[in-house]
Every structure is written in C-alpha cells, then in structure tokens.
C-alpha cells in the first residue's frame, strides 16, 4: 500500500482523457488509491499530441484556447506542476482580419467588469456600435434556454465580426441554433468578468507536455496506477452497485467500499451503462497544421472571417487553423481541404502560395452539439448505481464541453467517489 494511501478501497477511473485525469489527480492527491484504465496506448483522448510521421514532428490533435477565466484548468495544471507551461497573453487582445474585405482590427477588452473598451471604436470590431454590443447583454443573466437566435439579433456585421467566432468557437455549434444556457455560462465566465478573465492561453509546447504527462507523472508519484491499452468491454451490476469491471481477457472484481469513475467519451458511456441518458449528436473540427514558420509578427492567435478558416494559431515552425462545426467541409478529401484552406493563410500572412507540408487532422465526433436538446440529455455526475460516478465534458457541469467542463467534472466526480472514503473533513478537503 503506497504511503498515505486511504485504507484498500480503490477508486477505478476508466479513461485517462482530462476529465479521468482530473478525477485521478484528485483523488490521489488526497491519500486515495486510485487505478487508471485507459483502452488507448496514450492518454489525453480528445486533447492530446503526437508524433506526425509526415510533418516529422510532434502535433496536436487540435489547437485548444483557454481564457485566464477558466479557473478549474488551471487549478488542475497547478496541481501537476504545469501551470507555467501554458503561454497566457499579457492582454485580453485579440487579432481579426476578414478575408472578403481584407480588414484587420484588434479586440482589446478591458480589465475590469465594466466594458469601458466597447467606448472606444479602436477597440471593436469595424463598423460596429457601442449600443449594437447590448444586444448580447441579457446573456449576462439569462439562464432559461431555447436557441440563441431567440435571445439575441444573430444577424448582422456586429454578429458575424464577434459574437459567432466567439460562440462558434466556445460551442462547436452554429450559434444560431445552439444553446442559450451554454452561450450564457460561455460569456458570464469570460467576458462578462471583464478582460482580466479573457486573457489567451495555449499550450505553445503541445497539449501533452502540458496537460497530459505531468498529470501521469504526478499519478505515479502519488502512489496511483495507470493501465494503457486497457479497454472496459463491461460492467456487471448487482443490487444497484457495480461489482465488477470486465475489461478484454480478465474482469476486476469490485470490493464493497471500491467504486468506479467513467470518464469515457458519451458514445461509449451509452454502450457501457445500460438506462444512462447521454448526448447523441455530436459537431465535427477541422484542424490543419502546416510545417512552416509563421512570418514576423504573426498574431499567436488570429480570428479569421469571411472564409473557411475561423482561427489561425502560429507555433515556433509551424502554422495551424481551427474549423469548428466543420460538417461543411470536414468530407472533403485531405488534400483539397489543405489546398483551400492554405490558399486563405497565404492571403492572411503573405507567405508563398505553394502548399507547404501539412496535415489535415479531422475530429468527427470533437463535441456534443451545444443545442438545447443535447444540453437536456446531460446527465449529472452520479448514477444509478451507488458506487459509480460519471465524468466527462458532456456531463451535465453547465458548461459547454471544453477542457475546462472536462476537468470541473472530472472533480465533481472525485469529491461524489471520495466522499464514502474518509471520516475526516480535511482529506475531504483536500479533493478539489
Ligand atoms: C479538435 C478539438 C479542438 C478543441 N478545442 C478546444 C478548445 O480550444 N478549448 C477547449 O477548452 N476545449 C476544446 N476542445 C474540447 C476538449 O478537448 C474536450 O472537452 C476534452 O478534451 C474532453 O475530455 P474528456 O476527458 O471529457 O473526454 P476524452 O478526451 O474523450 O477522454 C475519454 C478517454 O476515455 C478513453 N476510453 C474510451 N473508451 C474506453 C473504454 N472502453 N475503456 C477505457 N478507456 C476508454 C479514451 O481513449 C479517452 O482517452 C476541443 C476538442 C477537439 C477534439
């Protein structure tokens, strides 16, 4: 037994993407024995790195944007040891250019609450008005739901400069049609606290590096297991507890005081737990990387409009654009899709027309569609079995599925499994 460990009771955590990860972390970081059962020979699931043969070099499935505000992110990555592998910008500014009419213009929030910024014609959007911005003011308190077309104008060029890449990109769902709820957690967590919570941060050195190998390095410091190409084909129930674990080739019996946190993507979740309600639509991303150094003060991060690309990201060597609800496009062949979509980063950076090395990394199932009848089919953290806890960005946390849902329910889940395990408050406590 692994010093500091809480008595034999054993929490399992099937799935090592962040939300699993965060569960682990947690647990083991409050004295709790925990096991990690992930079927993929890597963890990090939907957010992780590798090496790309073709490119000779490490990618990211996709570029991830999180804002200052997403406060459980990096509790997470402090917990790890990580925090400062996040590259966070000095300033809530972000870079737009549009590709029909070759306007550039830079967003620049303010720190504080009040949206002094929205004064200043500088500091918005082109064209756009001071009184166009209150249009998206009853987010701020609106909490019933329906589509967003039915609290907001969705039309217009204040809407297509910067309320649908913001939502677009936040939802992974055409904001028309996508939830008010979610929309509203989106802005009342970011820009409605004001610049301080809207600073850029990117895992300049890969999604891995940063969230991913420190969290399994920390596991096995703290005493926890973690099992690779460990795949759960099953679990058997007895008397409204789960009791036992079948994975490929041999099953894990569960002890009475044991329990299991799923931290499983919601289509393997339905397949899983028998009764359990989970989204089942689900919005695609396109993402591509292109192996060549981004030109002289290159924005990190431009919002595009006005073309297929939606945000282009420049790493040290290489360029790479994110296309979120890609249905559009996301069948396209490869090599038609890295063709069109260079040919709008030749435009937008003045680098050579000619296709440098690329890759076309496509996601098709990246979230749950952000509607409101998806957001209803979340289900909470607990199940019908006692000793059995959910976890994942598609469980009900009130977010939108983003790393930052992904880990609040990955600790939500941790606190509901730990709870049986301690007498004191303060190892309680100590679950984040
Ligand atoms: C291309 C892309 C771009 C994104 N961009 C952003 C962004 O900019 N900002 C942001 O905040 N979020 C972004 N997201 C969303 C974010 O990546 C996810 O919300 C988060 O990674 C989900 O983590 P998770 O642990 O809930 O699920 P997953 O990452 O899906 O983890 C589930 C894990 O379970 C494992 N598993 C599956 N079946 C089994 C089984 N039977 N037994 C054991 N293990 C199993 C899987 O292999 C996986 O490792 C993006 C997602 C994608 C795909």
């Not at 507890?241 to 079948?246: D, P, T």
């Not at 509901?416 to 679950?431: I, K, N």
């Amino acid at each position: 037994m692994a010093p500091g460990v809480v008595g034999e009771r054993v929490v399992h955590v099937i799935g090592a993407g962040l939300a699993g990860l965060a569960a682990a972390t947690s647990l083991a970081s409050a004295g709790v024995k925990t096991m990690v059962h992930e079927a993929a020979g890597a963890a990090g699931g939907r957010c992780r790195s590798y090496f790309d043969a073709a490119l000779g070099a490490q990618i990211d499935n996709g570029n991830h944007l999180l804002l200052s505000g997403n406060e459980t992110a990096l509790d997470y990555l402090q917990r790890i040891g990580a925090r400062n592998r996040l590259a966070v910008g000095a300033e809530a500014a972000f870079d737009f250019a549009d590709l029909k009419t070759g306007e550039r213009w830079r967003l620049r929030l303010n720190d504080g609450r009040a949206p002094w910024w929205l004064l200043d014609p500088k500091r918005r959007a082109p064209g756009s008005s001071f009184v166009e911005h209150l249009a998206a003011l009853p987010l701020l308190w609106r909490s019933g739901d329906g589509p967003l077309a039915q609290t907001m104008n969705c039309d217009g060029p204040l809407y297509e400069r910067l309320w649908r890449p913001i939502f677009l990109a936040g939802l992974n769902t055409e904001p028309k049609v996508s939830s008010t709820r979610l929309a509203s957690a989106l802005m009342r967590g970011t820009l409605g606290r004001g610049g301080k919570a809207c600073r850029p941060m990117v895992a300049a050195n890969g999604l891995s590096p940063t969230f991913v190998d420190p969290a399994i390095k920390f596991l096995s410091s703290h005493g926890a297991r973690v099992f690779f190409d460990r795949r759960l084909r099953g679990l058997r129930f007895v008397g409204g507890r789960a009791v036992a674990l079948e994975f490929e080739g041999d099953s894990v019996a569960l002890g009475s005081e044991d329990s299991v946190i799923v931290a499983v993507p919601p289509w393997i979740a339905a397949e899983l737990l028998p009764g359990v309600e989970t989204p089942d639509a689900f919005n695609g991303i396109v993402n591509a990387h292109f192996r060549v150094a981004p030109p002289s003060g290159q924005p990190r991060i431009l919002g595009v409009v006005g073309g297929l690309t939606q945000w282009l990201f420049a790493y040290t060597g290489s360029l790479s654009v994110t296309i979120s609800d890609a249905a559009d496009c996301i069948d396209w062949n490869r090599e038609e899709l890295a063709r069109r979509i260079w040919s709008e980063v030749s435009t937008l950076t003045g680098l050579p027309a000619e296709l440098p090395p690329s890759r076309i990394v496509k996601e098709k199932r990246a979230t749950f569609a952000a509607t409101p009848e998806q957001d209803a089919k979340r289900p909470g953290a607990r199940s019908p079995w006692r000793n059995l806890f959910l976890a994942g960005d598609w469980v009900q946390t009130g977010l939108p599925a983003t790393i930052e849902g992904a880990i609040r329910s990955g600790y939500d889940a941790a606190k509901l499994a730990g709870a049986g395990l301690f007498e004191s408050g303060a190892q309680l406590a100590a679950l984040a």
